[in-house]
C-alpha cells in the first residue's frame, strides 16, 4: 500500500524515469537497495529520477551512484515537490553554471541540492 502511494505521489519522476529506463532496456543495469541503475553510453553524467538513476560510462559502478541515491532519497521526501525544489533547480546549476564554478571555484557539490544529495546517500566528495 505504501509502496503503490509514494509511487503516485512521485509520479512524475517515476514517469519519465520508467519511459527512460524501456527506452534503454538493452543497457547493462544493477539495482542499489531498491534505485535501478541503467548504464547509458557517452560523457554527460548521471540523473536521478525517483528509483531511476541513469549514469554515464564514467558514474556507472563508482560512488557517484550514491549521490544519485541521495537524490532517490530527496525524491521520496518531497515527493511531487521534487521536480520543483531539487531537480530543476540541480539541471539549472549543473548545466548553466560551469564557467561561474570554475572562475569564482566554487565546488558543484556546494549546490543545496548537491549537498543535501551527498548527506543522504553518504557520498563523499572526491
Not at 548521471?46 to 559502478?61: H, P, Q, R, V
Amino acid at each position: 500500500m505504501i509502496k503503490k502511494l509514494l509511487f503516485f505521489l512521485e509520479f512524475p519522476q517515476n514517469l519519465i524515469g520508467f519511459i527512460v529506463s524501456k527506452l534503454y532496456r538493452k543497457s547493462p543495469y544493477h539495482f542499489y537497495r531498491d534505485a535501478r541503475v541503467t548504464l547509458i553510453k557517452g560523457s554527460w553524467g548521471a540523473i536521478s529520477l525517483s528509483k531511476y538513476i541513469f549514469t554515464d560510462e564514467n558514474y556507472y559502478n563508482t560512488p557517484v551512484e550514491l549521490h544519485e541515491y541521495g537524490h532517490t532519497l530527496q525524491s521520496k521526501k518531497l515527493l511531487f515537490l521534487f521536480g520543483f525544489v531539487i531537480a530543476i533547480p540541480s539541471l539549472i546549476w549543473a548545466g548553466c553554471f560551469e564557467r561561474y564554478r570554475e572562475k569564482h571555484h566554487v565546488s558543484y557539490d556546494s549546490f543545496y541540492t548537491e549537498k543535501w544529495a551527498n548527506e543522504l546517500g553518504n557520498y563523499q566528495e572526491e
